[in-house]
């Protein structure tokens, strides 16, 4: 039962991101830049900034684990390899 409140917990903090996101972007271009609409908004330079900071921290994070993941499987290989050498000798 909880994985299923947290799932739509997700999915409505998704949609609500994705809602916001989307009138940000394609909806207040539209609207008088005196209207208070766009008090709720922040500048539209951000709306660029934001998913590039994003895919880059992500890139980073995954990044990051994909190198501790090769660092740590060569170092098993490594000690796997030297206790083979040394049962032989």
Same mark, same amino acid.
């Given at each position: 039962?909880?994985?299923?409140?947290?799932?739509? /917990?997700?999915?409505?903090?998704?949609?609500?991101?994705? *809602? !916001? !996101?989307?009138? @940000?972007?394609?909806?207040? +271009?539209?609207?008088? +830049?005196? #209207? =208070? *609409? #766009?008090?709720?908004? &922040? &500048?539209?330079? @951000? =709306? $660029?900034?934001? +998913?590039?900071?994003?895919?880059?921290?992500?890139? =980073?994070?995954?990044?990051?684990?994909?190198?501790?993941?090769? $660092?740590?499987?060569?170092?098993?290989? /490594?000690?796997?390899?030297k /206790?083979?050498?040394?049962?032989?000798?």
């Amino acid at each position: 039962m909880l994985d299923r409140l947290v799932g739509l /917990a997700m999915l409505t903090v998704a949609t609500a991101v994705f *809602l !916001y !996101y989307t009138i @940000w972007t394609l909806l207040m +271009p539209f609207v008088d +830049p005196g #209207h =208070a *609409l #766009h008090d709720l908004f &922040p &500048p539209r330079v @951000w =709306a $660029i900034r934001i +998913p590039v900071i994003i895919i880059l921290l992500g890139s =980073a994070v995954v990044g990051s684990f994909l190198s501790l993941v090769m $660092i740590r499987s060569n170092r098993k290989r /490594a000690a796997k390899a030297k /206790a083979v050498g040394k049962k032989k000798a």
